[in-house]
């Protein structure tokens, strides 16, 4: 049986984040094929963590700039480790390289974080977005650690293209790992609630991400205006963990705007909702609260960058928009009349089925990982940029870790 080691920037909140999710669908692609997992993390836990052990999966706390660690992985000594984003890698791939230079290491980039900040960089200078913004210390660290790792899973293949295109990073290195999800059936369909059935707009997205809370300002001040004057009975409701003070200030409800906290459960949530409206002004990867609108048959308005890399040449779930009157008026459209309202619904059964659908991909993948593992030292070898890239910045990260962990320990003394 092979072992597989995650280490978790976070401990996974599926009812919180898109990411919580992907990381259980992650931890099930592994287990159909007998992994034996566990999960470690430096993190505190939250009263919304899932309980990993009810997957059999062992759950290990785990300290940062810690020798600690060394000791634990090269016990476990584990045939695969998998980093949760690259600021884990940084932490702990040097560790792993010293401890077990045979395991196969796997970066999970969520999505590549130096896009979505070059985005809102733009976005907070009021200027276009343009790919000479992409070179920051942001991405030097990113691509850093896609280099030092075998594997890294992408979520888009627009940014898998971005980064064999614009940064010249070898195809064999990055793997396009879209959600995996259960194909909508026509039973699942004839479930649905119906266009009468259902009633309001919704937004849905964790707020400790900022894309999302941007999104809610975005609605506040320049799109629902121009939508409650034309509607003058629907509402627009505001789903999303971890709210702070100044996301509930938003609650109003003679605007008919109303915040209402974390759903417990997005897709049962989103079921009863006629349009999703997210006006997403930067970010990168793909959208969770898509692919949960595709699954509960909720058509959506949203924008180039909201619907990146999620229709590969399908016609949308919806509308992708290029103004905030052009969101407004499809968002009235949408509303009002049934049959674009299910045309829009069946898009999104075509595109999730077509792109989404689970056992096509796994079977690829599974490919591709054997490939890796019956071939890794030539897999490394044509990596050499890497190999001299972890070496040294593999010294540079090791030094101020072990700088770190003595300070910690005189500070103790």
Known sequence: MKKMLIIGLVWPEPTSSAAGTRMLQLIDLFQSKNYEITFACAATKSDFSYPLQSKNVKEVEIQLNNESFNAFVKDLNPDYVMFDRYMVEEQYGWRVSIECPQAIKILDTEDLHFLRYARQEAVKKGVEFSNQLLYTDHAKREIASILRSDITLLISSEEKDLLINQFNIN????YYLPFIENEISSAKISSWNSFEDREHFMFIGNFIHE???????VLKNRIWPLIKKALPKAELHIYGAYASQKVNQLHNSKERFFIKGRAEDAQ??????KVLLAPIQFGAGVKGKFIDAMQTGTPNVTTKVGAEAMQNGLDWNGF???????????????YQNKELWKSAQHNGVKILNT?????????????????????LDT?????????????????????MSLWIEQKNKNNSN
Request: aromatic share 14%; proline share 3%.
């Open 268 to 273: 049962q949530t989103m079921a009863g909702y």
């Open 211 to 217: 894309p999302n809370w941007n999104c809610v300002q």
């Open 171 to 174: 195809p064999s290195l990055l």
């Open 320 to 334: 992708i928009t290029f103004s905030d009157e052009d969101f407004a008026n499809k968002a009235i459209n949408l």
């Open 355 to 375: 792109n989404y659908g689970d056992e096509e991909i796994k079977n690829q993948f599974w490919e591709y990982i054997k490939d890796i593992q019956e071939n």
């Open 379 to 399: 897999h490394r070898q044509q990596n050499f940029y890497g190999q001299i890239l972890q070496h040294h910045s593999n010294q540079s990260t090791k030094y």
